[in-house]
């Protein structure tokens, strides 16, 4: 059984930062690409940045130059530094782990976090 189980989120100050954390535990051999998408009310979820397990980074437009991924394939963990937030950034955030492979098997699988809350105040 694999999880995918998100936190840092929180109540932020428009200006400030939040780091986000994300781990994926269970029976796991690899993951090739680790993300962030999120979802703000009467929205569609978006991706925010994916990382690959080579490390190539992608950027939705409104976040570059302020939020950065980063990812240890080892501990099967992905983060999200945000800095200068914006209350356009309110939103729940979602960990994704796509193509997760686990021990013992050759099929790849797609696995979604719970989602954790960021609100950027005014």
């Known amino acids: 059984q694999v999880q995918v189980v998100e936190s840092g989120g929180g109540l932020v100050q428009a200006g400030g930062s939040l780091r986000l954390f994300c781990v994926a535990s269970?029976?796991?051999?690899?993951?090739?690409?680790m993300g962030w998408y999120r979802q703000a009310p009467g929205k569609q979820r978006e991706l925010v940045a994916t990382i690959t397990s080579g490390g190539r980074t992608n950027y939705v437009d409104s976040v570059k130059g302020r939020f950065t991924i980063s990812r240890d394939n080892d501990k099967n963990t992905v983060y999200l530094q945000m800095n200068s937030l914006k209350p356009e950034d309110t939103a729940v955030y979602y960990c994704h782990a796509d193509e997760l492979v686990v021990v013992g098997s050759n099929l790849k699988y797609s696995y979604w976090g719970q989602g954790t809350q960021v609100t950027v105040s005014s």
């Open positions: 269970g029976s796991i051999f690899s993951i090739n690409t």
